[in-house]
């Protein structure tokens, strides 16, 4: 549960919120970046729950820091004078902790990104029922009228 903070306390956090970001988006444990700049764990979430803008920014720089982690990782399996054991821990924790800050580049699973595109077929299907409808209506063709209907004997001499 989140608490409010004093106006003071926010602008505080305000003021060290470029630091914050930075020391996130490098791969610092938050807990020393906070400790740098003489502010609670609480007091971080009560900022970040009260601004938006925080929020968007702090997602931002989770996001780069699994770079920082992978780059950290790589690191390590070129170092040729660690420890193989301790290596391989490190470099799946760093893996590990990149999958988690940025699923979407490094997780194990692809995601796909589907788009789904709706048309209205309201008016095409009105315009095809009025030209269906002018289709079927009997026509008027212009020219003589017929007041008596021929023969069937008649039509035998013109054919």
Same mark, same amino acid.
């Given at each position: 549960?989140?608490?409010?903070?004093?106006?003071?306390?926010?602008? $505080?956090?305000?003021?060290? *919120?470029?630091?914050?970001?930075?020391?996130?988006?490098?791969?610092? /444990?938050?807990?020393?970046?906070? +400790? $740098?700049?003489?502010?609670?764990?609480?007091?971080?979430? +009560?900022?970040?729950?009260?601004? #938006?803008? %925080?929020?968007? &920014? *702090?997602?931002?720089? $989770?996001?780069?820091?699994?770079?920082?982690?992978?780059?950290?990782?790589? &690191?390590?399996?070129?170092?040729? &004078?660690?420890?193989? #054991?301790? #290596?391989?821990?490190?470099?799946?924790? /760093?893996? *590990? #902790?990149?999958?988690? =800050? !940025?699923?979407?580049?490094?997780?194990? =699973?692809?995601?796909?990104?589907?788009?789904?595109?709706?048309?209205?077929?309201?008016?095409?299907?009105?315009? %095809? !029922? +009025? $030209?269906?409808? +002018?289709? @079927?209506?009997?026509?008027?063709? @212009?020219?003589?009228?017929?007041? @008596?209907?021929?023969?069937? &004997?008649?039509?035998?001499?013109?054919?």
């Amino acid at each position: 549960m989140t608490s409010r903070i004093s106006p003071q306390t926010h602008e $505080r956090i305000a003021q060290a *919120w470029p630091t914050i970001l930075e020391g996130l988006a490098r791969g610092d /444990l938050v807990r020393d970046t906070l +400790a $740098r700049v003489n502010i609670s764990g609480d007091m971080l979430r +009560a900022y970040k729950s009260s601004n #938006a803008q %925080a929020r968007t &920014e *702090w997602d931002e720089a $989770r996001e780069l820091s699994a770079d920082a982690f992978l780059d950290a990782a790589l &690191e390590t399996a070129n170092n040729r &004078e660690e420890d193989p #054991a301790h #290596a391989r821990v490190k470099i799946d924790t /760093l893996k *590990w #902790a990149a999958r988690i =800050r !940025n699923p979407r580049l490094y997780g194990d =699973r692809a995601t796909v990104d589907v788009n789904v595109r709706t048309v209205d077929l309201t008016r095409i299907i009105l315009d %095809a !029922n +009025a $030209r269906l409808a +002018a289709a @079927q209506a009997p026509r008027l063709v @212009q020219g003589e009228t017929l007041t @008596q209907l021929p023969s069937l &004997e008649s039509l035998d001499d013109v054919l």
